[in-house]
Every structure is written in structure tokens, then in C-alpha cells.
């Protein structure tokens, strides 16, 4: 029977430090979109293809992500992860030109795809299974304090180093580094064993027959699916467009990118209080369907005239809750599959949601730069080419409510392929 132990709980903060460090490196490049179109001579679809880089292939290695960590351990797995994420930061401080700038993305995106799921590993081997739909919560809202970093406290550290936001990359590869040492010399990939303690021998399939028992399993994609479409709004406001969406409304980007900043609160916050909910209640399904529902109510209210800051802040903050239906949505995958499909199960989910954030920004970006209007030579973004780009946002929650209610299944918090005693 695992216990938490102040030891679980360091080698836990840990791995958030790596979450927290790479969610920053996803989503910064949407407060700097300008300064970054600005420094490589580029318009918003090649913008978007710099941040569609890091999506990429941290959407492409997920599956295999979940079945090289579960072959190979989280403690090295997770060491060389941060190290490329940390020479990718750096790669992308010091370059000059468009395609290097992708090639960097791309790197720091092949690091972080092991982030999230070695995390989550780590806790399933560390802290009994009673809390892992609220731990798995909690690490998504220690996490997104990297995303809210990236919104307001990134504006305000280029107004302190004059727009200089390279030197700013620079200083967080240092940051990088000591995470790497951290998670070498701390981290272990399971408590110790104790005398007495059982050993089952069980057989082990191969990679390949792991990853295709769980492409069989309609109802994971179900879940999978739901989790891409609540969750790819967030990226497209608070790593994207959000901030310069804000600011052809009037705002100053200091204030847009604070506001936008709340996608990452409510997430940071809905994430666990989803899964004590459902931990509550007992229920998966429900908080799903209600996820979905506060994120689509949130999002269409941003297309009509908001007259109250405090109302758009709200909003946004409720786009963010919605999204955070993600975070709930680890816990139900991985109650519909056997324990030993747990990491790959993980991956998988993590996969989706890394498809839809690599799909649904350049389709949207895609329209934004049709509408945008050339003034004396300069392209520029009316708040009309914004409000067409973003409208896929609360369809995409209208998506997930209907999957949500009509094609998952209720799990009641317990593992689906074992026995459980009734008292």
C-alpha cells in the first residue's frame, strides 16, 4: 500500500517545476507576438507556424512518450527532456532568422512532450490511486502558474529590459538548468521496497502490442476527443492571439495580457476543483458535461459588446474553467484500461489535445490574416479579423458537450477492469 511521504511529495514538486517550466515555453510567444513578428520580418501565419512548432512534435511524441517512460523509468526520461528543453530555449534567444526559430520551437516542444505524462507517472508510482484524479488536478494548476508567468509578469519584464525579450529566454535557460540538475541528483522512479511486500510476475507485452490494445478501445477515443476540444481554446487565446485580439479593443498590452493571463487561472483552478468534485460526487461524466457547458457559455459571451472589464475577466477566467475539463479527463482514460496501459493511456490523451492545439491555431490564424487590412504598407489586425478568427472557439465546446453527454461513458472514480469489494 503506497503512502505519501515527505520524499513523494518533493520528487512531485519537482516534476511540476518541469511542467510549470515547459508550459511557460509553450505559451509566452502570444504576449510577444509582435515583438516576434517584429525581430523575424514575418506575418501571423508564419508567426503561427513558430508556435505550431512547439505543438507539433509534442503532439507526435505522446503516445510513444507514455511507453518509453514506462520502459525506461521517469528519473532519466525526465532528465534528458529538460536538457533539450533548455538548449532549445536558448537556440531560440540567440537566432535571428524564421526557420532556425522553427527548428528551436521544435526542439523545446520534443522536450516538453515528456513533461506532463513522466509527471503523472510519477504520481501513479508514488501516491495511492484514491489521489490521483485530484493530484493529477493540483499539478495542472501548479503548472499553469507558468502559463499565467508568460501573461503580465512577461510584459512587465520587457518594459524592464527595453523590449529585450531574448535576453529574457536567456536568463530562463539558467532556470533550466538548475531543473535538469534537480531532477538528476532528486528524483526516483518508484518508492523503495519494503520487507514483505508482494511482487507480481506479470507479463509484459512489446511496445507495438501496447500501443495497438489501446487503439482498439473505442472508449478512450471518446475521451481522448473530448479532451483536444475543450482544451485547444485556451493555447489559441492565452499562447496565441488573446493578448493581440485585447489590444485592437483598446487595451494596453500590459493590461490584455494580464486579462488573458486568466484562461491560466481558471485552469489552474478548475483543474483540481473538477476532480475533488468528481471525487466527491463519484461521478466523472457529469463534471465533464458541466465543463464543457461553462466553457461554451464563457466563450460566446466574449462575442458580444462587453462594456465591464470585470465581466471579460470573468469570461475569460470561465473559458479557462471549461478547459481544465482536460485535467479530469486523465482520470477517466485511465480508469477504462487495464494498469498496464496506464502511461501509454496517458500519452494518448495528452496526444489529442496536442492534435487539436496543433490544427485548430493556424485554421484559425488562417482567417485571422485574411481579414487583416494594409494601412501605408504596414499589415495590421481590425478587432473584426479577431472576432471571424476566433469564432471556432465556442464551437469547439459545443463539440465536447455533445461527446460529453452522448458517447462517454460513467466510470464512478473506480478502475473498470478490476474487482472491488461492496461493504
Known sequence: MKKVTFYSVVVWVIGILFYLFEFFLGVFT?????????TFSINAEQFSLIGIGYYIIYGIMQIPVGLIVKRFGARMVLTFACSICTLGTFWFSFTSSFFP????????GFGASFAFVSML???????PQKHFGFLSGLSQMLGTVGGILAGGPM?????TFDGDWQLILRGLGFVGIVITILIYTVVRNKPPRTSGTLIPLTYSPSIKKDFLNLMKRKKV???????????????????????????SKGYSR??????????WVGMAFGSPFWGWLSGRIKKRKMVLVIAAAVGLLSSSVLFF??????????????LGLGAAGQALSFASATEIVPRSLHAACIGMNNCMIIAFVSFVPPFSSSIIQSNAVIINGVTTYPEASFFKGLMIVPIVFFLALIVSLFKIKETFCRQQHEVHGIN
Not at 30 to 38: E, L, R, S, V
Open 254 to 263: 500590459e493590461v490584455a495580457a494580464t486579462i488573458i493571463s486568466l484562461v
Open 121 to 127: 507517472v510519477l504520481l501513479l508510482n508514488w501516491f
Open 155 to 159: 510584459a512587465f519584464l520587457l518594459n
Open 30 to 38: 502570444g504576449t510577444i507576438a509582435t515583438d516576434i513578428m517584429t
Open 221 to 247: 477515443w471518446c475521451v481522448v476527443f473530448y479532451a483536444g476540444l475543450v482544451y485547444c481554446s485556451a493555447p489559441l487565446l492565452g499562447a496565441f492571439w488573446g493578448t493581440t485580439f485585447l489590444v
Open 305 to 318: 459588446p462587453i462594456k465591464w472589464e470585470w465581466l471579460l475577466c470573468l469570461m475569460i477566467f470561465g
Open 101 to 108: 526559430a522553427i527548428l528551436s520551437r521544435m526542439m523545446m
